[in-house]
């Protein structure tokens, strides 16, 4: 029997730990195999709601936020380039230098959803990497545009969508909804509205979840 599984994958295209769960949920999902009908959807989250239009040096940033060291902050990098490697994912540390801000990615992500099935996941990833491996600015809607584009997405409809205001109220009340019910760490991963996997897990992990959830509902 196949088992339904509604897949809400609520994080932001910031997030080292949003890329790789993401990578270890498709891998668990992977082995689970026809035994689940998915369906996942991507809900926004801001790290830096507050980022201005010319973001922060990332170590500055850090410094402030966290009150981390440097030297700590070269060995979180290294954990999260070792656990990227480790799921096909690749962190080029070097290229990235600067946090933005990520509301207008959350917006175009949002349209995509309504383009077909595959294009909001397709570009997820494909906003990941362009920040992670490539090192380019997620604001800046040139990037947006290119990346829509490398999807297969209408790059006319989405410079409509950028230059406007569109999707701003839908994608504030979706951080608004998820937040209220006490989500302020991602990635937060929430299985048919009822069960929540946190943090980038490795994949075993997510497959164990996966599968005792299944069971619960056959």
């Known amino acids: 029997m196949t088992t339904p599984l509604k897949i809400d994958f609520v994080s932001d295209v910031s997030c080292p730990w949003c890329a790789i769960g993401l990578k270890s ?78 509301f207008d990615a959350h917006r175009l992500l949002h349209w995509a959803e309504t383009e077909g099935e595959g294009k909001q996941k397709a570009l997820k990833e494909a906003l990941f990497g362009a920040y992670f491996t490539k090192g380019d600015d997620p604001s800046s809607h040139d990037v947006l545009l290119r990346v829509a584009g490398e999807v297969g997405l209408d790059t006319a409809i989405a410079a409509e969508v950028l230059q406007s205001n569109q999707y701003a109220d839908e994608v504030r009340e979706r951080e608004q909804f998820f937040q209220r ?35 619960q509902a056959a």
């Open 25 to 102: 949920l498709d891998q668990a999902l992977a082995n689970i195999g026809d035994e689940a009908a998915v369906s996942m959807h991507f809900q926004p989250f801001e790290l830096n709601p507050n980022m201005g239009p010319e973001g922060q040096d990332i170590v500055e940033h850090l410094t402030e936020k966290y009150g981390s060291t440097p030297s700590q902050q070269d060995q979180a990098r290294e954990m999260i380039r070792s656990r990227g490697a480790e799921v096909g994912f690749d962190f080029a540390m070097g290229k990235r230098s600067r946090i933005y801000n990520t």
């Open 181 to 215: 019910h006490g989500i302020n760490s991602v990635p937060a991963v929430i299985i048919n509205e009822r069960h929540l996997i946190s943090g980038g897990q490795p994949a075993e992990v997510f497959e164990k979840a996966l599968r005792e959830i299944m069971a």
